[in-house]
């Protein structure tokens, strides 16, 4: 039986005084709307500027952030999509909602980014688009990417819904690639419940987006202009007055984790658990996730599931791997089939990416609201998963009994 750990774990998402304030305000501004309030234009210019990127365009969440992006890079029907096959779905439903197709491939065992080596595999004539993801906050390979892409006539869409403020190649990650999306969903970073973003340098590309996330109307339309097929992926005032007040405290909160993440993936280590790899050349890491490979044999045979369910019995925020994109519903059932009949998708069923597999029945992750902790909380986690392990002390002691029995 584990201690409980339900009354230590630090809170989130966080708020202060400042944003029960704002959020009255806008109440009481009687501006709740992106047409009419300025909360928006707002946030999006600070952070903008935090990313020193020229243009950034919020939704309502990164799902259709990415959906948005690709629509206003030129991405549709028939195009193919390179995708990491380790991801939250995201990343590959919006591929296949605007009637692209997403290509699968592996992702590097020590980072769980996606492997350079089989995106240049899997570049065919009909790919248009590859979308690395910085899983857990961590850089891909981005100069390797992009020459790829450079040398295949290929854009570059930077999922960044884990690396709010994250830095690599001298450069913030969601700045490096034609375009970037950012989740402003409950568990990411920073946060307004729901909310994502589009960011670019492209000026094309923003130019594209104004009216595909506001029912195809072109900026200031009062004439009921459409001109294009387009939903409305617009975000209200109230969670850009919350994200103005997220970014002021994002730094500090990096910093925090920053300095815990170290710690906490040594007490892991001792507990028996590989976390990640840092790559030399991350400037900064966002520590989204905190994410480690285990072998079942040495948890009593648990798999991720199980052991994450197990932890979380106890209070602590841990939780499984991602399963392989295609191997969920999404990709087996028959309404994908469908929905790529005839467009000659990949044989999804058949789809060969060991490192996504594994990861998702041998990795665990734990939520960054631990790395606001205290430093004992994180070793206590551990302690606690250290707990559950095969105990092969009593192993071998059972061996030296038999042996002096002999
Ligand atoms: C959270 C997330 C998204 C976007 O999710 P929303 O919940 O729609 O904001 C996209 N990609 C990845 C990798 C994510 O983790």
Redesign the pocket.
Known sequence: MLPSFADRIPPWPLHDEADEAVLLETLRSHRWWRGNGARGDAFGAEFADYLGIAHVRLVA???LA?ELALTALGIGAGDEVIVPAC??I??ASAVLRIGAIPVLVDVEADTLNIDVGAVEAATGPRTRCIIP?HMAGQAAEMPALLALAQRHGLVVLE?A??AHGARAFGAMLGTLGDAS?F???SG?LMTAG?G?AVATNRPDVAAQTFALHSCGRPQGDTAYQHLMPATNMRMSEFQSALLSGQLRRLNGQLATREAAAPVFETALRSAGLSPLVTRAHIERHSRYMVMAWFDPAEFGGRDASALSAELRGAGIPAYRGFPPVHRTGMFTGPEAARLLHGRGAPDYARLDTPVAEAAGSRVIWFHHALLLGDEQLLHDVAAAVASLRTPREMVRGTDFELARSA
Request: charged residues 15%; hydrophobic residues 35%; without cysteine.
């Open positions: 969440n990164g799902t990415l991801t939250f995201a990343t993801v999922d819904a884990h999306i989740s402003f969903q990411k729901e994502g």
